[in-house]
């Protein structure tokens, strides 16, 4: 269940990211390959550098891993209600970087940070649901699991 509900933030996660790309692309000023650049290539190496470091930095791994078992032991992630406050907070991240766009296209600062900036937590997110299902294939956890 937990595994279901991390696949189902990443998804809501790419998919605002996706939209907020479609408007980026119709309103900001410059050519396609400095829109391609800022709100795809510079996030996706964001993107890269979160999930491998997550997954490959024991120290950060194992936080994330804590993480993700303290949120499993109350809990949290594993209701709707959570899951629609989380998604909710991705919109909001989301809908910033609409109004970043929108300032841009009438002069203001390109929004490159903030492309970035979700491209990495989208790398988050991913780890986060690889390394759910390392918690539920581990037996000793499973076994803790099933007696919740």
């Known amino acids: 269940?937990?595994?279901?509900?991390?696949?189902s933030v990443v998804a809501a996660a790419a998919l605002i990211y996706a939209a907020a790309v479609v408007n980026a692309w119709r309103v900001l000023p410059?050519?396609?390959a400095l829109?391609?650049?800022?709100?795809a290539l510079f996030p996706a190496l964001y993107f890269a550098l979160s999930l491998v470091g997550v997954l490959t930095i024991a120290?950060?791994?194992n936080a994330v891993l804590k993480h993700?078992?303290?949120?499993f032991r109350t809990g949290y992630g594993?209701?709707?209600?959570?899951?629609?406050?989380g998604v909710g907070v991705l919109a909001a991240a989301g809908g910033f970087i609409v109004w970043q766009t929108q300032a841009a296209?009438?002069?203001g600062r390109y929004p490159a940070g903030a492309f970035a900036g979700y491209g990495a937590g989208i790398g988050l997110l991913l780890a986060q649901a690889f390394l759910v299902r390392r918690i539920e294939r581990d037996p000793a956890l499973?076994?803790?699991?099933e007696e919740l």
């Open 1 to 7: 269940m937990f595994r279901r509900m991390q696949a």
């Open 30 to 32: 410059g050519g396609d």
């Open 35 to 39: 829109k391609l650049q800022r709100t």
């Open 59 to 61: 120290p950060v791994r």
């Open 68 to 71: 993700l078992w303290i949120s």
């Open 78 to 85: 594993q209701s709707v209600i959570s899951v629609l406050v």
């Open 105 to 107: 296209a009438h002069g």
């Open 142 to 145: 499973r076994r803790q699991i």
